[in-house]
């Protein structure tokens, strides 16, 4: 399953899906407008290969991590922005399938996800439900739990609190 998070990512997952031949593969892509991200300030989308990868460093000593996959990684990097100007160095992971993540070695997990990073917020709209895993024991994951809400997705976010707020909150509150 990959949940790309703009144009380039989608490129990656593209590939992925091609080159698999070892099973099903499902690509999980919004209705959204969602914007391509800028990867000359951005990490490259070549990091979907890897399943996870670190597409915004913490400008200040690192401090947090946000994660999210698909549409929701505009939110992260929303959040972190916020929180850099109150000098809180947050690095932004983006996560557009945990089954590649999973296959990658200690030494590449531990260098996106620092064991000693223990203020860990993830942002899925869909579930929260699995991203215990990557936000530890401390961490706090945004989403929506539960089914039968209609309306377009911005009233939606902003009445189950996945928003950017949201987050900068969640690492505020952690730190």
Same mark, same amino acid.
């Given at each position: 399953?990959?949940?790309?998070?703009?144009?380039?990512?989608?490129?990656?997952?593209?590939?992925? %899906? /091609?080159?698999?031949?070892?099973? +099903? $593969? =499902?690509? %999980? /892509?919004?209705?959204?407008?969602? +914007? $391509? =991200?800028?990867?000359?300030?951005?990490?490259?989308?070549?990091?979907?290969?890897?399943?996870?990868?670190?597409?915004k460093e913490a400008e200040a000593p690192l401090q947090a991590i946000v994660m999210a996959t698909g549409s929701e990684v505009e939110l992260a990097l929303e959040a972190a922005e916020s929180l850099e100007v109150d000098g809180v160095g947050v690095r932004v992971v983006s996560m557009p399938c945990w089954e590649l993540f999973e296959k990658q070695d200690a030494a590449y997990k531990e260098s996106v996800f620092p064991k000693a990073v223990t203020a860990r917020v993830s942002i899925e709209a869909g579930v929260t439900m699995g991203w215990s895993r990557y936000t530890g024991d401390r961490g706090i994951a945004i989403g929506l739990d539960h089914f039968g809400a209609s309306a377009p997705f911005e009233k939606l976010y902003e009445e189950f609190g996945i928003t950017s707020e949201a987050a900068a909150r969640a690492v505020r509150s952690l730190l």
């Open positions: 399953v990959l949940r790309p998070a703009d144009a380039n990512e989608t490129a990656y997952a593209w590939r992925i %899906a /091609l080159e698999n031949d070892k099973g +099903p $593969t =499902l690509l %999980a /892509l919004t209705r959204q407008n969602v +914007p $391509t =991200l800028d990867r000359t300030i951005y990490g490259s989308a070549e990091g979907t290969l890897k399943g996870a990868y670190v597409v």
